[in-house]
């Protein structure tokens, strides 16, 4: 499986990483280095107490910009396979 693209999760000068709760929304911090280490392990949200896995616990900026990440991606993929196809029946022209 190849990388296509990549939305990361800065850590702070403390080394901290600020996640957010996808159901309380409040936001929280965890250290970089525990958060790498268990990335199998389920995260407990400090104020309401839901635990879940650590993807449901990405800030909303940063699914942004995995999506958006995605989508470019997908255009790119989606263009390349467009080049090849060529029929007197079905014209297609790719708009950015």
């Not at 800065?10 to 080394?15: I, V």
């Not at 929304?25 to 965890?30: G, L, P, Y």
Request: hydrophobic fraction near 40%; include cysteine; charged fraction near 30%.
């Amino acid at each position: 499986m190849a990388t296509i693209g990549k939305a990361t999760i800065q850590a702070d000068y403390e080394g901290l990483v600020t996640l957010q709760c996808d159901r309380c929304k409040s936001r929280f911090k965890v250290e970089c280095e525990t958060l790498n280490d268990e990335q199998d392990e389920d995260i407990c949200c400090p104020i309401c107490g839901i635990s879940d896995t650590q993807n449901t616990f990405y800030p909303e900026e940063v699914v942004a910009a995995a999506e958006r990440v995605a989508v470019m991606e997908f255009e790119k993929v989606f263009d390349q396979m467009l080049m090849g196809l060529k029929s007197k029946h079905i014209k297609v022209k790719a708009i950015h």
